[in-house]
């Protein structure tokens, strides 16, 4: 129904920057909430950020203040700025899009790899 596309990963040194983008396409009737997750290594997926169509965003406490989600709606992407970047960040990050009526749609990933 809905695709996600994630662009922006690579590697970056500790406390750097990144940006991450996702594009959702296909057959959209209404995207609901967007977000991020993220995967590490022998972990559960987990929540990073996520910003509903109307509403106050969401945040896992490990990322407050270091991260930033926003979204394009005219365009169909969400973003998340990602910066005081830590060795414990690293994981391949997931787009996350809610539409109705289908639900939750994922994108296939996209690995950021953070160096001490």
């Known amino acids: 129904q809905v695709q996600l596309v994630e662009s922006g990963g690579g590697l970056v040194q500790a406390g750097g920057s990144l940006r991450l983008s996702c594009r959702a396409s296909?057959?959209?009737?209404?995207?609901?909430?967007m977000g991020w997750y993220r995967q590490a290594p022998g972990k559960q997926r987990e929540l990073v950020a996520v910003?509903?169509?109307?509403?106050?965003?969401n945040y896992a406490d490990s990322v407050k203040g270091r991260f930033t989600i926003s979204r394009d709606n005219a365009k169909n992407m969400v973003y998340l700025q990602m910066n005081s970047l830590k060795p414990e960040d690293t994981a391949v990050y997931y787009c996350y899009a809610n539409d109705w009526p289908s639900g939750a749609n994922w994108g296939k990933g996209t690995l950021v790899t953070v160096s001490s």
């Open positions: 296909g057959s959209i009737f209404r995207l609901n909430a």
């Open positions: 910003v509903p169509s109307v509403g106050i965003t």
